[in-house]
């Protein structure tokens, strides 16, 4: 019988030095492929007498099983090498950013005009928008401001004609709403209008939110508990309102609204310049004569009415100071309003 | 409006501390701007007489000995003043004292000589020679005579007191004056008011040469006129220098102040005519005629139109009605007759003069905000009270009263109770509303719960049972007001409507996709529109003009916002940001023709405006980075956005595409023109690398395609097959063409996609490899064969309509 032992130590040495999957296969080639030294060794079954074929064909395959354990093994760690290797190389700096662009964000004005809308969309009122370019009638005359009373000055105007112009404050919608609906009405205004007039605290554009409610038996007590209502929406729990006498043509009585300062609970600070009250919005009981002038019997209906301007709410909120900031754009300021 | 709080007590005794009646005005509608302590940061600063005085030799001072009462009887105080006398009363401030500017006084070594203490100026006092003669003059403030020693100077010089800057509403003109403050003080402090005197005497004397006559009654529906004579030229007495001095007056002469004086007091504005100026003795009042010409007191020419009144004798103007006096028919030393001219001028007609001739007087803003017949009664007589009681002329017995009999005298109407609180929604007890009623010197009669209420004649804005109800409540007090949750008005739809949900919507979608909404202005100048290149005869052009706009920068509303958005950019890339994307939806204002005869169309628009350079991380900007926002978009709200090749003044001209919408096209999208970002203001350094991308899209025709209804299909589950497709085709040849040819040769074609596309010297200079991944679908399974008879059909049809040969 032949002795295979050479041919072990040989294959032994050889899988040894294998140290990748190119020299495994050249491995397989040697000593396993159908033209290696174990598939020779079968070859040599021709010159094996009859009597020890047997014995020598399962030596063979003894030796070729062996040699394909080892083969397996080397095969498995070479894989788990292999592997290792990738994971090695593919590994990142996970602690670069993945980001590409900054994510955008609405403008404070759109923020705090959406969160008034929901305050009010939450209590029935319907969001109507209404044209920017309005006419005298609508702007002025139909809502009580008559052509020679001195409340035309308290709004400088930006005429297109003799009759168009950009509306001066949102409150032409109520005309509109009331034109177009019967009692009982909520509906909330929001919107641009423009006066010429540019400073710190006002810019030629600038936003509005306009409230209607009119109905059978509305009256101040309304116009209270409806405010009150806003600014613990708006402010927090614990802001409250007070009313005090002003002027309006559309409205009478009509009244300036103050809310209890957030910053200092009513102690009194700078911000409030120590009254423990901010003024935020203007209202009152919708005039008689705003409502006949748009087919509504004031003997049956009352209304109450109140505009706020959506800047001024949004300073207060974020203690911006100057009005410019909302319009100049810049990403700086822009992208704080995250929410 | 300023009043001085010791004129108000003329009127009303006020108990209250002064910040007290602050709050109560402003509880009663009006708000006390400011108030300001005339004494303010003068401290111990006293009557002292100088008992001696002497030179210190070898300085300029003077060595005084001055006996300040129970401040010291004999305190040396130095000083540099040469107009000090032996027995002169003047304000000495003595150690610890304080004086306006921050200055305190301590003893002090002046020439190795200890003074303690300083004599004061007027102006160190912070007063002039308004308010107290001898305030200006080079040296020492000199005190009368009578003056008391060791009195404190705020009560000597009347500084002691309050100036009130108080902000009166368009709807209360009654209240421009003092005497209308007063009634409302009266009122809420529950105090009869004292009038001011409007008593006087006429003598004999008449003039009957003088004529008054209106003939334009309907810009002057009242006039008084009242002859005086005999009068006397001298300076007020400091009183009333005062007064008006703090309400901005400067005193002129006796008969000038009175008038001055009564419209502060009444709030009628008054006017002197020299008679002798007076040609024909005549006053007539009627418009100006077209390119009329006079010279006002401030010695300006005005040119006048026939919407402007003026006053005229019998051969030309004499005052400007309402605004101002001609310099014509000014009070000299010299006159001696005088006309005097109480009127009610239309509040519109002075409004628009003034503006007009931009010249705001004291007088005009009375009349513009509105005077009332009985105030021009009151007015005359109170200025002709204070002629004769100051001894400044007779009064003739010349009067003059020409009326377009417009005053009804006052307003009389019936109220109910339950009317009155049915406005404001509390029970104000009867008895409290007929007691605050009368306090504001309303008429009432009681029958039951009906008033009947008599106006006062001042009060023209009350007409109806809602203006009673702000009377009451205001004076009643808004703290009684119960804040109630609508009792009424309960149930109503309210919320976001569907466009309004979409816009929203769209607006978050823009924001995730790292755009920050903006805001700009809806107007600016047509250099806008220069500066992104349109053409002379673009219809952009055709904007809608401002007849007054505040600055020629906003002086036509936006007919296209890529401006707006440019300008947006630059501002950011000024500030240091190397990239940035923007948004805004608003209108853009589209005139159907001009001038305006109907309101111009507000089309609403979506603009965006992407910034970058590229760089090795990071995003950058290029035009497909804002296509796909523009797809995301589209597809997020099941629209499809069909993009071709278009041509825009202001957009590269191979980096430009028309987008369309359900057929309709809908906007641009494009790469900035070089030569635009060349000429933005910012720095040349920064302009290099920049890429600016704009897209902007008709949001008013998006709104119109939303999908309001949406219907649930189910999945088909049938096998879909996909073939990749490579083609060698014309540079020119577009990518939608393709994909239009695909769509026409093949229904199944459900998806194609764009995998890869190059271009190389290998295939051409004039070609291009496009490689398209091609999915089938069909109510069936795909077969094999399917997918390859399709794709063969797609193939041969691409190479006979477009050239596109398969690679």
Redesign the interface.
Known sequence: MKDFSEIKEQVKAKIAEVKDGAQLSEFWQSYLGKTGVISGLMKEMKSVPPEEKPLFGKAVNEVREWAQELYSAKQAEIKRIELEQRYERETVDVTMPAL????????P??LVK?QM?EV????????A?Y?????DDHNFTRLNVL?????R??QD?????ED?L?RTHTSPGQIRTMDREK????VLIPG?V?R???DATH???FMQMEGL??????????L???L??FVRQIFGDGAK???????F?FT????EVDVSCFECGGKGCSLCKGTGWIEVLGGG?V??KVLENCGIDPEVY?GLAFGIGIERITMLKYGITNMGM???????F??QFKA | MKILFSWLKDYVDIECAPLELVDKL????FEVEEITYLGQNIEKVVVGEVTSIEKYEGTHLYICHVDCGSFGADNVILTGADNVFKGAKVPAAVVGAKLPGGIEIAPRKMADMMSYGMLCSGGELGIDENWQKGAEVNGILILPEDATVGEDIKKTLALDDYVLDISI?????DCQSVLGIAREVAAFLNKPLKEPDYSYNCTEVTKPEISVAVDALDLCPRYLGHYIYDVQHFESPMWMKRRLSVCGFASIDAIVDVTNYVLVEIGQPMHAYDLDTLEGKSIIVRRANDNEKITTLDEKERVLTRENLLICDKSKGVGLAGIMGGLNSEIEQKTAEILLEAAKF???NV?KTSRALGLHTDAAARF???VDEYGVECGMARALNLVQTLGIAKIGNSHFDVSAGEDKGSAVFDVTVSKVN?????DVPQAEIVRILKSLQFGVAENGENLTVTVPRWRTDVE?Y??I??EV??EYG??H?????????????????FL?DKE?AA??L??????????????YSPRELDMILFPDNASERTA????????AN?SI?RTVMAPCMIN?IA??VK?D?S?????EI??V?LPKSL??TE??L?RKTLCLGAFGTTPA???GESFFAVKETLEIFAAANGLEFRFERGECSFMHPGICADIFCGGKKIGQLGKLRYEIVENLNIAEGKKSDLNIIIAELDYSEIERQYKREMKYSAPSGFAKASRDISLLCDKKTLCVEIEDVIKQTSSLCAEIKLIDSFESEKLGTDKKSLTFTLTFADNADITDETADKETDNIVSALNEKLGAIRR
Not at chain 1, 100 to 107: C, D, F, Q, V
Not at chain 1, 131 to 135: A, N, R, V
Not at chain 2, 488 to 496: D, E, I, P, Q, R
Request: charged fraction near 25%; charge should be negative; hydrophobic fraction near 35%.
């Open positions: 590409k662009r900054k994510p955008g964000n609405l403008h004005l759109t959406q809308i009010f969309a939450g209590m029935g009122f319907e969001i928008e044209p920017e370019i309005e006419d052509k020679d009373h001195p409340s000055d308290m105007t930006f005429w297109l004609t168009l950009l009692p009982p009405i909520k641009k423009f010429s007039d540019s810019s030629p554009m409610v009119v109905d059978k038996g509305i009256t101040l007590c309304d209270q508990g409806m009150d209502q309102t007070r009313l005090r006498p002003s002027y043509p009478e009585p009509s009244v009981v005039n008689k009352s909302f319009f100049a754009n810049d990403m700086d822009l992208e | 402003f509880g009663a509608g509403t368009a709807n209360r003109p239309r509040r519109d409004r513009e905000k509105g049915s406005v404001l929604g509390i109806n809602q203006d109800a702000e409540i205001r808004y703290s007001v119960i804040p109630r949750f609508l009792d009424s008005a309960k149930v109503t739809n309210g919320g976001l409507t309004q929203l607006k978050k823009l924001c995730g996709e790292g755009y920050f909404e903006v805001q700009t202005l809806a107007m809608v003009e401002l007849l007054n706009p505040i600055t906003l509303m947006v501002d950011n500030t940001h990239e940035g994307r923007f948004f608003a209108n204002y001038p305006l309101p111009p507000e991380r990071g995003a």
